[in-house]
């Protein structure tokens, strides 16, 4: 992954120590599908000793809910008049992170086909994301009193929480996007992950209500020449330096 600093900020750094008083830290971590955000932040997480949100598993969520409960996704006004009626609980342990609904755990559920293709569309009605705006403050409010939190999505640096003192955006090339997403999903078919992946970030990047954009101050990371572990590595230099 190369490190491609935003304008203003210096290069991340794979070695530094860091400092162990990391109380109440905030590492917002957006970007585009398949990009590696939900791996990287999880390491991240668990190397540092910090509570891990996969706002993406909230959208999901509902998402899931609506499907079940029989409401087009596709009409703007049936989600929005329904997205405040599912119960949403998220866990923060990097090491298991969970996702319930109506309290049921739906971690399995939320990654189908039919959830994937149907997320977008109920993440662009406002109303979804100011509900689960409200959820994703209150998690990370709550975390400012404890160890800290890596909050990944598509809005955390820039709506979310855009005080984070460490702010990233994770991309990598389309191919290596749509290998690692089949990879994930047991041998999908290739062509169709990365169309289906761009049609994502185009669905994403227009909508009118909180577009994917890379936050003021954060520093992009292209992490298609990369390991995980390597990922990883940058991110937690990245935070000792913000934190020095």
């Known amino acids: 992954m190369s490190a491609t600093p935003h304008p203003g900020q210096s290069s991340p750094v794979p070695s530094r120590e860091v400092p162990a008083d990391l109380h109440g830290l905030v590492v917002a971590v957006d970007g585009t599908s398949g990009s ?11 190397r540092l000793g910090l ?5 993406g598993a909230m959208f999901r969520a509902m998402t899931w809910w609506m499907l079940r409960h029989g409401v087009d996704v596709h009409d703007a006004d ?3 008049a329904r997205c405040g009626e599912p119960g949403l609980e998220s866990g923060t342990d990097p090491s298991g992170p969970t996702i319930t609904v109506d309290g049921e755990d739906a971690a399995a559920p939320i990654r189908t086909e039919e959830v994937t293709r149907a997320v977008s569309p109920v993440s662009t009605v406002p ?10 403050r209150e998690i990370i409010t709550a975390a400012l009193d404890g160890p800290g939190i890596v909050v990944e999505g598509r809005d955390i640096g820039s ?9 990233l955006y994770l991309s990598a090339d389309p191919a290596a996007r749509a290998e690692r997403r089949a990879a ?12 289906l992946l761009l049609d994502r ?9 909180a577009p994917l954009v890379m936050a003021d101050g ?27």
């Open 184 to 195: 994930e999903e047991g041998g999908a078919d290739l062509s169709a992950t990365r169309q």
């Open 78 to 80: 049936a989600v929005a």
């Open 159 to 167: 709506v979310v929480w855009p005080d984070a003192p460490v702010k």
């Open 51 to 55: 509570r891990y949100l996969d706002t």
């Open 36 to 46: 590696g955000k939900s791996s990287t932040s999880r390491g991240v997480a668990a």
């Open 127 to 136: 109303a979804v994301r100011a509900r689960l705006l409200g959820l994703q």
């Open 201 to 209: 970030d185009r669905i994403d990047s227009s909508r009118a209500t």
């Open 218 to 244: 954060a520093v992009h990371l292209d992490t298609t020449p990369y390991t995980l572990d390597e990922v990883i590595a940058l991110v937690v230099g990245m935070v000792a330096e913000a934190c020095s």
